[in-house]
């Protein structure tokens, strides 16, 4: 099934029930309408980083099922596979290749060698300071081979997760061959996971090297542009990167609308909300919380200094159980800029708030993606954090099937739940279709939506400080029906 704009389900293969047969049941049935795709976050054989090692796509790791359970899925949601176009697996029979044979490897090139990469003298203390990285160390592991010998390769990631050489034949061709599998095998989207990182050069930070990041996305778009399959570059960083992106005419992702809403719902005030959405673009999913923490980084430029500041320092405040300890090295967290919680935590497990920010995420210009425990309104999972000391496990918590039961007739889930699907419905939210976002007040906001033949409309009108807010629809017939409001007695 190719992508259709209707919202996105983030989630692990065992994170709703022990499978993929279990979440294809959570579909069937508790999420009947409420989605209509499924980014089914990497699901192959995986050395570590919950599945972003992988070792061989062209396997599904047997605990979750198999490819029979993966094609059965796509025959009724249309799917998102993660490529991590930057690295593969220590573990994968590349690397064990090429540390039994060494140089008479065939898949020699498919690494990037530190010291052919680096000219005589080089690198200096200059040379890695430069470097983009995500830990305080330069980019690289020692790897002993089986003739004795002892050489060094680009490691920007975990220990198990070794660069490619994307600049290699041998390296191409794996990249062409994993995409028409993985293509072949039911993926309507491709997710490029660490795309930034992928294109290394002399002279430059290593991070979004320009021109070359776009040979490479050009070369990524022959294999996948023909066969009708999305491309989905994934970035966090200052939004003026991403929208290059866009520029590109690429769907973008929108990881800076967490942190302008938190502040929006926080401070009450509604103008960076209001000047954010009306600069975004159609072309993107929007997310408020996905497998990792909620970005920083994303938001620098739209809200100031002081705001971030101040948004940081009120997610520890109003939030429930989010601690400056749990996104920090002590629990294994390599980004500063990313904050480990689940959304409806950082506003302290209110109803009213989280709905309206999923309400404000539904209006948002582009398709909504939302994660697996957003999707029931899950808090923070403390038990699974001090038990992993891994931090961002904290927005990562095991559903059973009979948890799953209980907390889908929560009314905040239940209402979120309809909200979604009247997204899914209503034409009011065609791609290409119009928005006008309004303030009325410091603390207002109206955003509105139109179908694309002007027919169809939808209007959120929502107080940011009190959190109140309606939404409503009027039909081709000029009649308006209200859809959803805050005012659900059952929510406390």
């Given amino acids: 099934m190719k992508l259709n704009n209707k919202a996105m389900l983030i989630t692990y293969p065992d994170s709703l029930g022990s499978n993929l047969k279990d979440l294809q049941t959570v579909l069937e049935t508790h999420l009947k309408g409420v989605v209509g795709g499924v980014h089914l976050l990497p699901f192959f054989p995986s050395s570590g980083d919950r599945g972003f090692a992988p070792m061989d796509y062209t396997k599904v790791d047997e605990k979750f099922g198999s490819w029979d359970d993966v094609k059965k899925l796509s025959e009724s949601y249309y799917l998102m596979f993660d490529f991590m176009v930057n690295h593969i697996s220590k573990q994968s029979k590349y690397f064990k290749d090429f540390q039994e044979k060494h140089n008479d490897s065939a898949y020699r090139d498919l690494f990037i060698h530190w010291d052919e990469f680096w000219p005589k003298g080089h690198p200096t203390q200059e040379d890695i300071d430069l470097i983009y990285k995500r830990k305080p160390k330069a980019p690289v592991q020692s790897v002993k081979f089986a003739d004795g010998q002892t050489e060094e390769v680009w490691n920007t990631f975990g220990e198990d997760q070794i660069d490619l050489d994307v600049t290699k034949q041998v390296t191409k061709k794996f990249i062409q061959d994993t995409l028409n599998f993985l293509i072949d095998h039911g993926a309507s989207i491709i997710r490029l ?63 800076a609308l967490p942190i302008v809403t938190l502040y929006s719902l926080y401070s009450g005030k509604a103008d960076r909300l209001v000047g954010w959405l009306k600069n975004s673009p159609m072309k993107q999913f929007t997310t408020l919380d996905t497998h990792d923490g909620i970005g920083v980084v994303d938001a620098k430029d739209i809200l100031s200094d002081d705001e971030l500041d101040y948004t940081k320092a009120e997610m520890y405040k109003v939030g429930a159980n989010v601690k400056k300890v749990y996104s920090s090295t002590a629990y294994h967290n390599l980004d500063v800029y990313q904050i480990n919680t689940t959304y409806y935590s950082a506003l302290g497990d209110n109803d009213h708030a989280y709905l309206l920010a999923r309400a404000i995420q539904v209006f948002a210009p582009g398709i909504p993606q939302v994660y697996y425990v957003g999707l029931l309104a899950g808090k923070n999972d403390l038990d699974l954090l001090e038990k992993t000391k891994e931090g961002r496990n904290i927005n990562r918590h095991y559903y059973s099937m009979a948890e799953i039961d209980r907390e889908t007739q929560r009314p905040v889930v239940a209402a979120l739940f309809d909200l979604l699907r009247f997204r899914n419905e209503s034409s009011a939210f065609d791609l290409d279709g119009a928005i006008d976002v309004k303030q009325p007040s410091e603390n207002e906001i109206q955003i509105t939506r139109q179908s694309a033949d002007g027919q169809t409309s939808a209007t959120l009108t929502a107080n940011l400080k009190t959190q109140e807010f309606t939404i409503t629809e009027t039909k081709p017939n000029g009649e308006t029906t209200e859809i959803l409001t805050s005012n659900l007695a059952a929510v406390k």
Avoid at 198 to 209: P, S
Avoid at 229 to 251: A, C, G, S
Wanted: no cysteine; proline share 5%; glycine share 4%.
């Fill in 193 to 255: 996971d660490a795309f930034a990182y992928a294109v290394k050069k002399l002279g430059t930070n290593d991070f979004f090297v320009e021109p070359d990041i776009w040979d490479l996305l050009k070369e990524i778009d022959g294999i996948t542009g023909p066969r009708e399959t999305t491309l989905l570059p994934e970035i966090h960083e200052n939004y003026h990167i991403v929208r290059k992106i866009t520029d590109h005419n690429y769907f973008s992702y929108d990881f």
